[in-house]
Nanobody, 121 residues
Framework: QVQLVESGGGLVQPGGSLRLSCAAS????????MGWYRQAPGKERELVAI???????NYEDSVKGRFTISRDNAKNTVSLQMNSLKPEDTAVYYC???????????????WGQGTQVTVST
């Protein structure tokens, strides 16, 4: 089995910063990409940022220049540094990863349990 465990959510004032972390554990042969999604109340889940095994990244337009995604391949972790947070960033943030458990299996997507980020005065 593979598990993704997130940490780092919380309440922060507008303009503040938070750092989310996610650790993948279990039977892992290779991690292809890791990313963060978010879902605000009444809205669809959306991709926030993704980082591939070669280190290339993509960001949702509204977070460009404010959020930075990074990964530690040796530790199977991915982080999301969120700066200049706005009320509209409020959502449940989910870690996502595309993982091959063994060399003989196709890759599957795995999800964390979600962590709440609230930006408010």
């Amino acid at each position: 089995q593979v598990q993704l465990v997130e940490s780092g959510g919380g309440l922060v004032q507008p303009g503040g910063s938070l750092r989310l972390s996610c650790a993948a554990s279990g039977t892992i042969f290779r991690i292809n990409f890791m990313g963060w999604y978010r879902q605000a109340p009444g809205k669809e889940r959306e991709l926030v940022a993704i980082i591939r095994s070669d280190g290339t990244t993509n960001y949702e337009d509204s977070v460009k220049g404010r959020f930075t995604i990074s990964r530690d391949n040796a530790k199977n972790t991915v982080s999301l540094q969120m700066n200049s947070l706005k009320p509209e960033d409020t959502a449940v943030y989910y870690c996502n990863s595309n993982i091959e458990r063994t060399r003989w299996e196709y890759a599957h997507d795995y999800w964390g349990q979600g962590t709440q980020v609230t930006v408010s005065t």
